[in-house]
């Protein structure tokens, strides 16, 4: 036990972080105290999901509160980040096969949406000639070395200009209409 000083989390300090998930309209605080508006809220929930309503976390309330936090936070909550790494000095080449081809092909193919002159590709997951051609064109552009071979630095060229063009999903990048 920590002397002088409240724990970081309490089982009250979860309670109302997951009512302010599931209630994101709510000014509850997340103050570790059990207080009146704690208690409102927790019973509003209760009455909601056909609890028992008495204003107590006890187990078959914690565990639809639980159940009600994983699916608000899966709404709510920020989208796991995808983060492709490529190994330092590899090299995807022209006709190399890799899963990650997909992904690359497809932020090829939404920026193809944006710029009418770069080079069409489709999604097969093999780095071939439409590919390395749009991979050139779009480093061209950037002013990075001419390879149509993708490396760590064209990729992250690549998932900054999508996320500048085309957006993360957040609404804090500029998205543009493509037509």
Do not use: C
Request: glycine residues 8%.
């Amino acid at each position: 036990m920590r002397i002088g000083r409240q724990p970081l989390t309490t089982p009250v300090t979860d309670l109302q972080e997951m009512l302010r998930a599931v209630y994101p309209e709510s000014t509850l605080s997340k103050d570790g105290y059990f207080g009146e508006e704690t208690k409102a809220l927790l019973e509003r929930f209760q009455h909601e999901q056909n609890l028992p309503v008495n204003g107590i976390a006890d187990e078959d309330t914690w565990n639809a509160l639980s159940d009600a936090f994983d699916e608000a936070n899966t709404f709510y909550g920020e989208a796991e980040p995808l983060l492709i790494v490529l190994q330092p000095n590899q090299v995807l080449q022209k006709g190399s096969k890799n899963t990650h081809l997909y992904l690359l092909q497809g932020i090829l193919i939404a920026l193809s949406r944006y710029y009418d002159q770069m080079p069409i590709v489709r999604s097969t997951g093999i780095l071939d000639a439409d590919t390395g051609n749009a991979l050139s064109w779009f480093q061209e552009r950037s002013e990075l070395p001419v390879t149509g071979e993708l490396d760590k630095k064209t990729w992250r060229h690549l998932a900054k200009h999508y996320r500048t063009i085309v957006g993360d999903g957040s609404g804090s990048f500029p998205i543009r209409i493509a037509e």
